[in-house]
């Protein structure tokens, strides 16, 4: 019986968390990715792919951290667009690349990818998209908004903790 109360209480509380979470989103167009492809699969393109996007990360965090929401992002990136390829092309040139770089934001189509605890299908997503010269490259991609993968800290991926599995650690230490 007591298990039986735990398990309903468990149910409870994730059933609650998502009915409650009016920040999660629940469809393809609720998402905001970026996208840095490099110019080749060069060991050195490839490395200046990673310089690349730690910048614009650097760059990025503080308008992911004061928008409400993925129009107001969107409409800050679209604004932004000539510093993000500033940024880009300091790092391609004080690198020994004069190739250049654009970015745009535009929908683009993706395949799925979990990130933590979410998993998003494929399909076309509204994206900020950074293409390093030719951009057929590898490319490094994830989610800006919700930010599942900006900490808001800079050059890092993944600072996303689902809120379930949050609150699941917190009963299980109160109550076990």
């Given at each position: 019986m007591k298990n039986f109360c735990i398990s309903l209480i468990c149910l409870s509380i994730i059933?609650?968390?998502?009915?409650?979470s009016g920040n999660t989103p629940k469809t393809k167009e609720e998402y905001l990715r970026i996208h840095v492809?490099?110019?080749?699969?060069?060991?050195?393109?490839?490395a200046v792919k990673y310089a690349v996007r730690d910048e614009i990360v650097n760059l990025l965090a503080p308008l992911?951290?004061?928008?409400?929401?993925k129009k107001a992002l969107q409409n800050a990136l679209k604004s932004h667009i000539p510093?993000?390829?500033?940024?880009?092309?300091?790092?391609?040139?004080e690198r020994g690349f004069n190739y250049g770089c654009s970015a745009a934001v535009t929908a683009e189509n993706f395949?799925?990818?979990i990130y933590g605890d979410v998993t998003l299908e494929e399909g076309y997503y509204d994206a900020l998209i950074v293409?390093?010269?030719?951009?057929?490259?590898?490319?490094?991609?994830?989610?800006?908004?919700p930010p599942l993968c900006?900490?808001?800290?800079?050059?890092?991926?993944?600072?996303?903790?689902?809120?379930?599995?949050e609150i699941i650690r917190q009963w299980r230490e109160k109550y076990a």
């Open positions: 059933v609650l968390t998502i009915v409650l492809r490099a110019n080749s699969d060069s060991e050195e393109d490839q992911v951290i004061s928008c409400e929401n510093d993000i390829e500033r940024t880009a092309e300091s790092v391609l040139l395949p799925a990818r293409n390093l010269g030719s951009g057929k490259g590898d490319n490094w991609w994830c989610v800006v908004y900006f900490t808001g800290t800079g050059g890092g991926e993944f600072g996303y903790k689902s809120r379930i599995a």
